[in-house]
């Protein structure tokens, strides 16, 4: 029996609901096909977005959508996407396949898009091919409300009043695909760009300075050091790889044994000591902790669907990644204090993403599931997990087999999540909630009997959430049994 405490007497801050943000770049089958199909598609749509993805999203409460890019969006020009679409300047995705980019979804479409999924946009800006005009002028035609020439152009192309831009991000990857930067160029970059990022009217922006790739502890104690005054967040990027190499294979989606598992669960676990090290760094410049740590790129990656577009990025989801998602939200959880937005790459189509599309058929992946599940944490207050868990051994390694994180929201409801990451042994847990006496808990399970189950467009429903029947109540300490390679959440009152 694992012991567990949840101390219910002081809570530790809120959970950012920014922390369940999502990412759409123009890249594969994300924009085109996935969201966006245009008015006169027979797949039904509202304004050319597609209905069923639409509904899909609205339900998992995306707090904020993240585009146009990734690389995309250091080659990105905005002024090609914006008035008619037919005479909207087409380009060459050279990141992404070398297909053609006709630039029908823009800014306006963009912007759109989140009205309807009620979010709230971030913008990458082009630091990597794009000039300090070009970016102060995308700002002032989104946001400023009164004469000027971009106001003006904004208002030919239909929109009378600004939007609100809470969030932009200047570059992106600037040390690899956005340059080839070195952090202390970039430094005197984004000091330089961010400049002309204003704020017009009411409209405030938070401003996200180009991170660190993965452990890149040096580009983060330069841009902390050299620009922390001038920036509200800084970006990490960090993806789940079963090998762990970028330059070989990165192993199949849905083609894998226990070796993989355990390598991609044990890859994962390492978001946590990149948060730690990077925060400590901005401790040392930021002890107040203003600057949020934004994990705006995350996520398994494997290769490609076999007999797709190499460039596109498409991959299939399974349990596994099920378990990516839920250990990567309980390490966010457990450092908000400072991890104050993520966005999972990819929101659909590329990527772990959260739905797939083929025609005008669309299905739900296990990570989609686990999104909806934790929802409850959304700007709920989080609360201290205290455990020991054991030991999850294959061959010589061995990582923790547990995953949690806990949060109470405005109404007194307690919420866990906890995920099981061993593959063949289920956890028995006794969890005294110190300061609270529950009496009544519920909750839902992902699991499956196959490691590599996943949704097809033949059963949608393959790995779907049931009612967990696992947890009790007894004399105020809850009791339950996960079973293996399974993720929880339940609500305690």
């Given at each position: 029996m694992i012991n567990m405490q949840i101390d219910t007497k002081q809570t530790k801050g809120t959970i950012s609901r920014y922390i369940y943000g999502q990412f759409a770049e123009h890249l594969g089958r994300c924009v085109y096909e996935g969201i966006w199909v245009g008015e006169d598609s027979p797949i039904p749509n509202t304004e050319g977005y597609r209905n069923d993805v639409l509904e899909a999203l609205r339900k998992i409460n995306i707090p904020v959508l993240r585009w146009p890019g990734g690389c995309f969006a250091d080659e990105y020009h905005w002024m090609d996407g914006i008035g008619p679409r037919s005479r909207r300047a087409r380009m060459i995705n050279t990141h992404w396949g070398g297909v053609e980019e006709n630039n029908h979804f823009g800014t306006h479409e963009f912007l759109r898009l989140c009205e309807l999924l009620d979010t709230e946009p971030y913008i990458s800006g082009n630091v990597g091919s794009g000039t300090v005009r070009e970016m102060q002028q995308w700002v002032e035609y989104m946001t400023f409300d009164g004469e000027s020439p971009m106001a003006a152009m904004r208002k030919e192309n239909g929109r009378e009043q600004p939007w609100k831009l809470p969030f932009f991000g200047v570059g992106n990857e600037n040390w690899g695909c956005g340059g080839n930067m070195r952090p202390e160029y970039y430094a005197d970059l984004y000091r330089h760009y961010s400049t002309y990022v204003r704020n017009?009217?009411?409209?405030?922006?938070?401003?996200?300075?180009?991170?660190p790739n993965t452990a890149d502890y040096h580009w983060t104690e330069v841009l902390m050091r050299e620009?922390?005054?001038?920036?509200?967040?800084?970006?990490?990027?960090?993806?789940?790889?079963p090998t762990g190499n970028w330059a070989g294979n990165k192993g199949s989606a849905t083609e894998f044994g226990i070796d993989e598992w355990f390598s991609t669960l044990k890859n994962t676990q390492y978001m946590e000591e990149l948060i730690v090290k990077h925060s400590r760094i901005m401790d040392k410049y930021d002890p107040e902790g203003r600057v949020g740590l934004i994990v705006d790129e995350w996520g398994g990656w494997y290769d490609v669907e076999p007999g797709t577009n190499p460039g596109f990025l498409y991959q299939q989801n399974t349990l596994r990644d099920a378990l990516i998602a839920g250990i990567n939200l309980n390490i966010f959880h457990n450092y908000s204090q400072r991890v104050k937005m993520a966005n999972i790459a990819q929101v659909v189509n590329v990527l772990q993403a959260m739905v797939l599309t083929e025609g005008d058929r669309m299905l739900l992946t296990p990570t989609y599931h686990v999104f909806d599940m934790f929802k409850v944490h959304q700007d709920a207050e989080r609360l201290e997990v205290s455990f020991e868990s054991p030991d999850y051994k294959h061959g010589a390694e061995k990582i923790p087999q547990l995953s949690a994180s806990a949060s109470v929201d405005a109404v007194g409801v307690i919420h866990l999540s906890v995920c099981n990451l061993h593959h063949a042994e289920t956890a028995s847990i006794r969890c005294c909630l110190n300061g609270a006496e529950g009496k009544q808990v519920t909750g839902s399970l992902l699991t499956h009997s196959s490691l590599n189950a996943h949704n097809t467009f033949g059963n949608p429903d393959e790995v779907a959430p049931v009612p967990f029947t696992g947890a009790r109540m007894e004399a105020g300490e809850l009791v339950l049994k996960l079973p293996p390679a399974s993720v929880v959440v339940l609500s305690i009152v």
């Open positions: 017009y009217g009411g409209n405030r922006v938070y401003k996200i300075a180009c991170g620009a922390a005054g001038l920036m509200d967040g800084l970006s990490l990027h960090y993806y789940t790889l």
